[in-house]
């Protein structure tokens, strides 16, 4: 009896639930499918693109990158200048501008912020694994001249200051906020971005609503919802059957698909980043500058575009991506010739002794990046090149993290790898990948490519402050390094996103910042 | 029975101190290091030392392992992420456990009514075509691997939602208890219970396919030894109809190794359907220990070992007591 009546009581719940209709589709919020979840909602300790993404919205930094460059522009400081020697920064702050907690914007909170983000110790950095920090290690102290004034000294001149001031790490955050929630700071931020924080259920659901005080501007959106979809064929279905408005982080193939459903649409935009195939170069056969050469020189990289990324990429000739400043365009890529790549490994193997076919090993990531959509595929297309040659190849895939950190350890031969771009500057290239200063366990001149001519004009570019002088340092080094071929840059990626068609303004970025104040649905008014 | 009850619990607290022990030191020794994931491309020897040193994982791993267990008994916290900025691990278990827990009963909720029911027919109608059918049926269900299966549900119901607990425009929604079903209707949201109602059900339906299947089978052997049974016989005999002969009187008897099989599979669902939370993005557990696991985030890998013991452990003493119920042989021996 009593089950009869449960039974009945479901049934009728059941019923009511289906019966009411589904809770009407609120008109001016976007859904954003994106593949993994923020991992913090504090710019000093974010890492990943995505947690990235969020970041980039919620906060305002002193100068900023241009919408489709990667050009400086005033943001919470309108103008500033430069020292005679280089080493004193001065920045007005925009008059009027509030945090989203209505803490007004002044000297002492943008010093609050860049000290949390650099200094050691520093009381306000309640997680204390800070990425981006060894970035900001040439800032020597941050002063107040007046309210709206700060000054910046520096331990000696750099070329890249403004831009890392311009980079998401050095986001200015409300110290009200800080100081009151402490760690609680990373899962209830305060900015003066465009949009504010609403709600974050870790996994599920991240919220952001229009700041309508914004010094640009209220944005378009009324809402933002980010949802971490891990599956990239679910995130497609959702994304045609409108359970999410764009979806990023997509397969090439699928990309293609999806470009022709006429309700929605796929943008494209270059990137500046770089995928390479970096040689152990201390270690024999590869510490012979002749075997290197011959690698470059079996790699078809027009083929490798059409197997690994489905035409949407460039060959790259450097370490530099094409459309960033520094780019040296005169350097002519070796040509993909087998019979001469055959040669010169033979000659190699002649004068060191060792017999050809070479077995070694390739070191792949077996998760995707965004300069590399499908590592597994080009991994595989570099073994069949190499046979061609004489080189048998062994792939040994592993998750990321564990691929990066054996490259930076040295222990590996043969490895895919790529990075893309910080602050838009070519020493976040050069120096970064490829000078013998990054040479460790943690450092990310995997090849550990040794050159003291090169180191000294790597140097010499961080300090100098005149653009035309470094241009000149920057190709110097180039040549170099394209002749010793401690790297092979294989390709710049252009990246992808799809997204309904009724959204308009979505802009993609060449350092991949997204960026939604502009973005908006054409149907809202 | 209360000293049985009492040796039982004690079973279930060494069980689960051996399995995180042994997950904890094995969380160690794979090469891995759980700072990877934080710093990504973007590595500083410096502060990676600090940290490491800061957590004391440089320490020796028994050290470490005592450190836990003092720690976990003493406060009951499990402590922060490693891979997520101060992301505390038992928030992050409240609300996924739940909703781990909610898909399992909607999918038990299916799986054991329908899968007695299939079991009975077939051992009712033996080697007749109901037998041939609900067998055919159960074999593919448990050799259908689930994320085919959920695929194939995502491609024919094109019309039902394919991912989340509730659409991500909901954002007014707050959960008292993070079982979706119960706190809609809590909050008399009946336009929010119908919708994640409708987000269970395809994840439900793929989940029960192999717990429904095994059930079925099992049902059936059981219902066949028992129909050929004396009193079975008699009771046709005194004139009972059929319906009452197998509800009444072969059911009951047949129970036992039915209510085996089905605690251990809750058992094995709550503890992650790792497959089906990802094919249809279901925030549960079983994702979220197995994300850990990828990014070597030890302080998750451990809390979830320890739930998951847990569960395990509560449900086989669950059986076991409803075993003591039903088997009055065992309740007397």
């Known amino acids: 009896m009593l089950t009869r009546r449960l039974a009945l009581i479901i049934a009728g719940l059941l019923l009511v639930g289906c019966a009411s209709r589904a809770p009407s589709k609120p008109g001016n919020t976007l859904i954003y499918g994106r593949g993994e979840d923020s991992k913090t909602l504090d710019p000093i300790n974010a890492e990943t693109g995505e947690t990235v993404k969020v970041l980039l919205n919620l906060y305002d930094t002193l100068v900023a990158f241009a919408d489709e460059t990667m050009e400086i522009e005033p943001s919470l400081a309108t103008t500033w200048e430069t020292s005679e020697d280089g080493l004193t920064w001065t920045f007005d702050l925009r008059a009027g501008v509030r945090f989203h907690d209505g803490t007004p914007v002044d000297a002492d909170a943008v010093i609050f912020s860049i000290d949390r983000l650099r200094q050691d110790n520093n009381p306000h950095a309640s997680d204390p694994a800070r990425p981006y920090k060894p970035s900001y290690r040439v800032i020597d102290e941050i002063t107040a001249a007046d309210p709206l004034t700060v000054v910046f000294k520096l331990r000696e001149p750099s070329a890249v200051f403004l831009n890392n001031l311009a980079m998401f790490p050095a986001g200015i955050v409300s110290p009200t906020a800080v100081k009151k929630l402490g760690k609680g700071f990373s899962t209830n931020p305060v900015g003066t971005g465009p949009f504010r924080f609403e709600r974050w259920i870790r996994s599920q659901q991240l919220v952001l609503a229009a700041n309508d005080d914004h010094w640009r501007g209220r944005p378009h959106f009324d809402r933002v919802v980010f949802v971490p979809v891990a599956e990239s064929a679910t995130r497609i279905q959702q994304l045609v059957r409108g359970e999410i408005h764009i979806a990023d982080n997509l397969p090439p193939a699928a990309l293609d698909e999806l470009a022709k459903n006429p309700s929605l649409t796929v943008p494209e935009e270059i990137s500046m980043n770089v995928a390479y195939l970096a040689m152990q170069t201390e270690k024999p056969p590869l510490d012979d500058v002749r075997v290197r050469q011959a690698i470059a020189l079996a790699i078809d990289k027009k083929a490798l575009i059409r197997v690994g990324y489905a035409g949407h990429a460039e060959a790259a000739v450097n370490l530099l991506p094409k459309a960033m400043w520094g780019h040296h365009d005169g350097i002519k890529d070796r040509p993909f010739d087998p019979e001469a790549s055959r040669k010169l490994l033979q000659a190699a193997a002649n004068d060191n002794g060792f017999q050809l076919p070479l077995t070694l090993g390739l070191a792949v990531m077996s998760e995707p990046r965004p300069y590399m959509e499908q590592p597994l595929q080009i991994a595989a297309f570099v073994k069949d090149s190499l046979a061609a040659v004489g080189i048998n190849l062994t792939i040994e895939p592993k998750p990321s993290d564990l691929h990066f950190a054996r490259m930076m350890r040295g222990d590996f031969q043969i490895g895919l790898t790529g990075w893309t771009t910080d602050n838009g500057d070519p020493d976040n290239f050069l120096y970064s990948l490829l000078d013998l200063d990054n040479i460790g366990d943690s450092g990310n001149n995997v090849s550990r490519y040794r050159n003291e001519e090169v180191h000294d004009l790597l140097l010499a570019g961080q300090r100098e402050l005149d653009q035309d002088r470094r241009l000149v340092i920057y190709h110097q080094a180039q040549g170099l390094i394209f002749a010793d071929a401690p790297v092979i840059p294989l390709v710049s990626t252009k990246q992808r996103a799809a997204h309904t068609s009724r959204m308009k303004d979505y802009r993609l970025h060449p350092a991949m910042l997204i960026r939604l104040r502009q973005a908006r649905f054409e149907d809202v008014p | ?333």
């Open chain 2, 1 to 333: 029975m209360s000293g049985y009850l009492l040796r039982r619990l004690f079973h279930a607290a060494v069980t689960m101190v051996v399995a995180v022990s042994l997950i904890f030191i094995a969380m160690r020794l794979v090469p891995g290091n759980p700072l990877l994931a934080r710093f990504g491309q973007h590595p500083d020897a410096e502060q990676m030392q600090r940290i490491i040193h800061e957590q004391g994982w440089d320490q020796p791993i028994l050290s470490q392992l005592g450190r836990f267990l003092h720690q976990l008994a003493t406060t009951g916290d499990f402590g922060e992420s490693i891979s997520r900025s101060h992301e505390k691990v038992s928030d992050e278990l409240a609300r996924r456990v739940p909703a781990t827990i909610e898909l399992t009963v909607v999918a038990m909720m299916l799986a054991i009514p329908l899968g007695v029911a299939a079991g009975i027919a077939a051992a009712v109608w033996r080697n007749r075509w109901p037998d041939r059918l609900c067998m055919a049926g159960a074999m593919l269900g448990v050799s259908v691997p689930v994320f085919f299966l959920g695929i194939c549900l995502r491609a024919v119901f094109t019309g039902m939602p394919i991912g989340f607990r509730l659409p991500a425009f909901v954002i007014d929604f707050e959960p008292i208890t993070e079982f979706y079903l119960l706190d809609t209707l809590l909050q008399k949201r009946f336009d929010l219970f119908g919708t994640a109602f409708k987000h269970i059900c395809l994840p439900a339906l793929a989940l029960s396919s192999i717990p429904m299947s095994i059930i079925a089978r099992i049902t059936r052997s059981s219902m066949l030894e028992v129909l050929g049974a004396d009193f079975v016989r008699t009771g046709r005999a005194k004139g009972a109809s059929t319906w009452r002969v197998v509800m009444r009187h072969a059911l009951p008897n047949a129970a036992a190794p039915i209510v085996n099989i089905a605690g251990f599979q809750i058992g094995v669902l709550l503890s992650g359907a790792v497959l089906t939370e990802t094919v249809f993005d279901w925030p549960g557990m079983g994702k979220y220990v197995v994300d850990a696991v990828r990014e070597s985030d030890y302080v998750i890998v451990q809390a979830g070992a320890f739930v998951i013991a847990a569960i395990f452990v509560s449900a086989n003493l669950v059986v076991d007591l409803l075993y003591l119920w039903l088997d009055p042989r065992v309740r007397h021996s």
